[in-house]
Antibody, heavy 121, light 107 residues
Framework: EVQLVESGGGLVQPGGSLRLSCTVS????????MSWVRQAPGKGLEWVAN????????NYVDSVKGRFTISRDNAKKSLYLQMNSLRAEDTAVYYC??????????????WGQGTLVSVSP | DIQMTQSPSTVSASVGDRVTITCRAS??????LAWYQQKPGKAPKLLIY???TLESGVPSRFSGSGSGTEFTLTISSLQDDDFATYYC?????????FGPGTKVDIK
């Protein structure tokens, strides 16, 4: 069974940092692109960042460029999101997402349960 | 970056109705478009990928069509379980933009 489990969310002050982790099981992690997607309270989905299977290509939404860093450790079957200089508008549930790149079909076919990040004084 | 729009933002419908949601992209997507369903407090669920391919386990009342910059999600006969918010997402560029969502609620 495919599972993605996020951790690391919490309450942080503006300007602070957090590191989100996502540990996966049930599939060969190193075969898939992975993404982080967030959803602010009462708002729609926003794709945040993605990373290639080997970690050598990364993409970010403009609003987080220079502040967030996506990374992965294929040996540990883990995905990370280092978030620095956090702002109130970063408050959201953050989802770890598997992109179905292995089949070539794409589409975010598995999602974690989400972890809440709250940025507030 | 590719911009995505959806219409309508809300659709009020009854069980048994046919519902159609439209997604438009600011440039051609070469069919690299997916549709998701999200219920309150839950993670989204992939319904359709490559514009028209039904994800395994998704009921056949869901269908996707379109090409280029305009795509459609159709629910042929709305069921109780289908009241939710629906999002499109493009995969043509590596910046996987979502549409703003369409809420399907009870009429």
């Amino acid at each position: 069974e495919v599972q993605l489990v996020e951790s690391g969310g919490g309450l942080v002050q503006p300007g602070g940092s957090l590191r989100l982790s996502c540990t996966v099981s049930g599939f060969t992690f190193s075969n898939y692109w992975m993404s982080w997607v967030r959803q602010a309270p009462g708002k729609g989905l926003e794709w945040v960042a993605n990373i290639k299977e080997d970690g050598n290509k990364k993409n970010y939404v403009d609003s987080v460029k220079g502040r967030f860093t996506i990374s992965r450790d294929n040996a540990k079957k883990s995905l990370y999101l280092q978030m620095n200089s956090l702002r109130a508008e970063d408050t959201a549930v953050y989802y770890c997402v598997r992109e179905d790149s292995f089949s070539g079909d794409w589409g975010a076919d598995y999602w974690g349960q989400g972890t809440l990040v709250s940025v507030s004084p | 970056d590719i911009q995505m729009t959806q219409s309508p933002s809300t659709v009020s419908a009854s069980v048994g109705d046919r519902v159609t949601i439209t997604c438009r992209a600011s440039e051609s997507l070469n069919n690299w478009l997916a549709w998701y369903q999200q219920k309150p407090g839950k993670a989204p669920k992939l319904l359709i990928y490559k514009a028209s391919t039904l994800e395994s386990g998704v009921p056949s009342r869901f269908s996707g069509s379109g090409s280029g910059t305009e795509f459609t999600l159709t629910i042929s006969s709305l069921q109780d379980d289908d009241f939710a918010t629906y999002y499109c997402q493009q995969y043509n560029s590596y910046f996987f933009t979502f549409g703003p969502g369409t809420k399907v609620d009870i009429k």
